[in-house]
């Protein structure tokens, strides 16, 4: 058995991390974290940690991706280097995970590469949720915990008091994920048919499912450029549905996300987790509503401290 339970962040969300220590009723252990001039990353663990159960709380998200990445490993390092017990890697937004296969010749597999350096800092168990490819858990070499947050999205779209509802999934790769809110709504499920030219590009086609009359609830593992969620939500619109919301783990929100987000008159709300940090981006856009995975992250640590079963938490 692990001696203490030690919480350690950087700065890419430090905010879920203290909210993570007040559900644990710790403190976060204190952390170092700067940049030398010339742009070098310093990192600095502050506490004894030595035998201890350490979790690192670092998801590698936007805007400073890179940063947060090596950040992430510096940490890691740093702990192995001063004996932690057992180092545990919680990252809520595992970044490079879109690249999880070569889609054209000469191209790297960008996810597993991520993970190889992970590993080597010294994670010897993983956290994520809503891993854009759940195969990714096999890139690595250690118990990896792929939370799903579906438990705390379902409280806040049931708080909508909407009948007659639809879940609809954006694309057939998410297929799977709409129909795991379908079943614990009760909800029929639909599919928008489409097709991508480019990254980060969408063309909207037809709706596979019966929309007319009712409220449809578009579910996602992350918004990017919101170009899918925009047009999908268009197609649903002219296809008879009264209302459509839309609810998404990881807000990446990048490039004109918020603008088209804003400009469009199909979407009426978005619901998004705090995995990544929103900043201003809150405020600038009225539509977004933030639901909070600091008690699911939490429960999972708090689980895996004590050794009991985290596939409880599972839904």
Known sequence: MFSDLK???GSSNPDLAKAICNHLGCQLTPTLATTFSDGELRIEIGDNVRGDDVFVVQPTCPPMVNRN?????????ALKRASAGRITAVIPYYGYARQDRKVSPRAPISAKMVADFISVSGAERVVTIDLHAGQIQGYFDCPV?????????LDALRQLHEDNVVIVSPDAGGVERARAYAKRLNAP?????????????AQAMHVIGEVEGRVAIVVDDMID???TLCAGAEVLLKNGATKIVACATHPVLSGPAIERINSTGALSQVFVTDTIPLGDKLERCPKLQVISVAALLGKTIHNIHT?????????
């Open 7 to 9: 919480i350690v962040t």
């Open 69 to 77: 990445l090596v950040q992430l490993c510096l940490m890691l390092d």
């Open 145 to 153: 915990d792929n939370l799903f947050a579906v438990p705390v999205m």
């Open 189 to 201: 499920l639909a599919i928008v048919d489409k097709r991508r030219d480019k990254p980060n590009q």
């Open 225 to 227: 450029t919101a170009g």
């Open 307 to 315: 050794g009991s079963s985290v596939s409880v938490l599972f839904v």
